[in-house]
């Protein structure tokens, strides 16, 4: 972790914000490992505000995940696929225009494809934890005493 943050030292003073994007979903990731949930929060948002990735999206939405904090999490998510859509219309006119390199372009929509499905699958998941689920007959009931 003492190497990510030195790294990310480096890459500010550079100004290489790419870099820093990275390694600040990066070091998420690495306290998503750890259980440190609120600061892979931190370091997944900043991911987020510096280079809006799929991936750091991802990473914060796991992080609030972690927190329990669902709704924000499916509000994060929610951007996401958004951003993802908003990046993959663009990126198709930009397609259209330049088609000297299909396979760069075959395979960066694939990417874009997958990372929105693990959002999308993310997103089932986080919503299903928040839905009101009634008794059945086979719950037990407690009674008030």
Known sequence: MAHYKTALELATV??????????HSNLAATFQRLHRFQEATVAARAAVNIAPTPK???RLMKGLEGQRLL???IAVGMQAVT????????????EIINRAD??????????????????VSLL??????TV?????AGDSIQHKT
């Open 132 to 136: 009101y689920r009634p008794r059945t």
């Open 56 to 58: 750091a999206y991802f």
């Open 83 to 94: 951003v993802i859509d908003a990046n993959s219309h663009s990126n198709a006119s930009k």
């Open 14 to 23: 550079e100004h290489n914000l790419p870099l820093q994007g990275t390694l």
């Open 124 to 129: 089932e998941k986080l919503h299903a934890q």
């Open 102 to 119: 299909s396979t760069r372009q075959t395979t960066t929509a694939t990417a874009t494809a997958q990372s929105r499905s693990t959002i």
């Open 71 to 73: 709704p924000e999490a």
